[in-house]
């Protein structure tokens, strides 16, 4: 079978890694030649994924194709699935997903608990709901790890806001923030994973480490396995799916947000769970049998972040130090550069006491820095 995968990131080349035990015959299409998936598939397509011409001619003598990424040519994907190429997730639910303000209407009509929300045009449109502070604002196409994401508390803080057209939505009181991830099947089975727990760096706005599984009542767990599968059936398309959800300070579970591929907060299931992620994905993809979700140990994902004041070759400072960690896993993304608050890597490690795995967490995250040769 020959599978594409739109986006040559890190998480295509994990996918990509993944796909090497099975005979897929594998195709990337991105536009930098340097890019995290480029040396690890069969064919390197260098091209644009938001462009229809550049989507429509990858994908046209492909079997299936997947994303790692939502931002794609929505429009070439529908074509494509009218010509018969298996698209995962289907181009209609990658279309929900990618604009927050269809996706929060999604939720709306079909009974998902998300925060209450008012759709807005532009800055003076938003600045005329000053009654629904405080708020999260949040832009309807484009944003990524916090960009294109505002905490609006008071009314004086909308004249930051900005200027296109996005959802105002109420903010959570947060207890916690957890992710699940679910598999559908084209059969219409499901597979659920264990839910994981983020820790956020307030500065970055990004995951500071993850563990998994989430320390959280059952019943809260429950509630959010519920609503995880709800969400997914309500889809009605075959593929992987990560659901982010706030537990407020009520125990109450709301819907964040939901990425339609594999996704950072299942790094930890390629050693902490019988069948990663990216192993479930290429069943879907195959039409083999769904894996087991299992958890083989806890374990805790640490990112590997630009450090400030660096841009430049990128060094790797305690890495030796980290590796002598036991059942501690070192995840480097091959990206030659690195600029503060880049993604370049993360760490997995497990342990079956989850005060020691927060320990080791912490240490890890300590001890790794990513740095250039010269400051900038
Ligand atoms: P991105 O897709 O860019 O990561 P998110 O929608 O996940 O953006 O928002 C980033 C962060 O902002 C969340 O992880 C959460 O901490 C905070 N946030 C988002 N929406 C809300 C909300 N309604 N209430 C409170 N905090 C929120």
Redesign the pocket.
Known sequence: MKVGILGGGQLGRMLLQAAANYTAETYVLENDPGCPAAHLCHHFVLGDITSYDAVYDFGKGLDAITIEIESVNVDALEQLEKEGVRIYPSPAAIRIIKNKIVQKQFYKDHGIPS?DFVITQNRANTEAHADFLP??H?IGEG???????Q?LNTPEDLVNAFDAPGVL????A?QK?IALIVAQHTDGSTAIYPASE?M?NPAL?LLDYQISPALIPEKVLWVAEAVAIKLVKALQSPGLFAI?M?IDINGEV?V??TAPRVHNSGHHTIEANHCSQYDMLWRIILGYPLGNTAPILPAAIINIIGAEGHSGPAHYEGLEDVLKIDNAFVHLYGKKQTKPGRKMGHVTVMHSNYHDLTHKANKIRNILRVVSGSKS
């Open positions: 925060s708020a999260v949040k944003g990524y790890d916090g960009k294109g994401v905490v939505e109420k903010k959570v947060i923030e983020m956020v706005n982010e706030f709301w964040n947000e």
